[in-house]
């Protein structure tokens, strides 16, 4: 399958997100295009990335001044301590705004080095290679950066473009199923909100995902990084729109934030059950029909992902998230703004589905039953 790329206007930025096997070979001519004054290339990288990439990209770069830095991804390292440790290796090299960082890794390494860029000298070039499946079809999308802070996730960031992003399925092959499963949640949650024809291409070829199959690979990929565009251009900043696109990360966040971010359960791992308990929700709110769970259950089950969201199947567990929901960064005023789902391929407007703290422990008893 033949190289896919699609055009992401934001504001009066435009960017390209390039899709396929092997993409690393346009870099050199992309760079030369896109920076044309760059003479120093900082390439901070997630240290689970195999060397044999590093030496791909020191050989396609080598006309440039290049600075390698490895990156620990986790969320503990998302933080502004480390944040201070790469700006002040960039100072001491006497890089400037027309010289270029590099991101390569997963989600993480994306979101920590856009906000290093994005504060360096008020804005440095920026290209993102995301190397996971969750990073290509969604944290490099969009511009959002930032670190956590002691009061929740991604308290602290900004809105911030690349030049570029380049997805490449070939770093795909060497994940482990934990992160595949993380990369399926998003493409699964991009088809829930938006594209019933996709959800139902995925109760086909989900399987294919899983086995790596290029093919099926570049197309859930494009469809999903499409989905996305879809709401981060028509709201950029997060204002109304694009917080569609949260659906059940409010659940996500409380879960991953109330486990310290443990690695016992990931991102994907939070997503899944946060969806699952959203749609709950809804349903208890009486948005979508109980058969829309259903639905979404039985793709889980075809899939072994069901042990998801098993352990918030209790009233008492989903009571024990409540603390964790109200520093929600979504949050404006003493409601929790969740987003429900009417059906597949269609949610309910974002400030249609704020519910007050007192309204969802009510709410919960009754969640837990469906």
Known sequence: MKNQEIKLKSNNHEYSIIIGKNTLRILPKKIKSLCPETKKIA????????????????RKLKNYNLLFLSFKSNEKNKSIKVVNYYLNKLLSKNFNRSDLIIAVGGGITGDVVGFISSIFKRGINFINIPTTLLAQVDSAIGGKTGVNSEYGKNLIGSFYQPKLVVSDTSFINSLPIKEMICGYA?????SIIK??????????NSIFIFKRKTKELIYAIKKSCEIKIFFVSRDVNERGLRMILNFGHTFAHAIE???NYSKNITHGEAVLSGMILATKLSVAKKVCLPKILDQIKNIYKNNNLDYTYKSYSQASSINKLIPFLK???KNNDSKINFILLKDIGKTALPNKSKISLRNLKKTIKSISQY
């Open 257 to 259: 934030v109330k486990n």
């Open 186 to 190: 998003e493409i699964l949650k991009h």
């Open 43 to 58: 390439l901070i990288i997630d240290s689970n990335v195999p060397n044999k990439f590093k030496y791909e990209l020191k």
């Open 327 to 329: 520093n929600d960064k």
């Open 195 to 204: 594209d019933k024809k996709f959800f139902d291409w995925l109760k086909k």
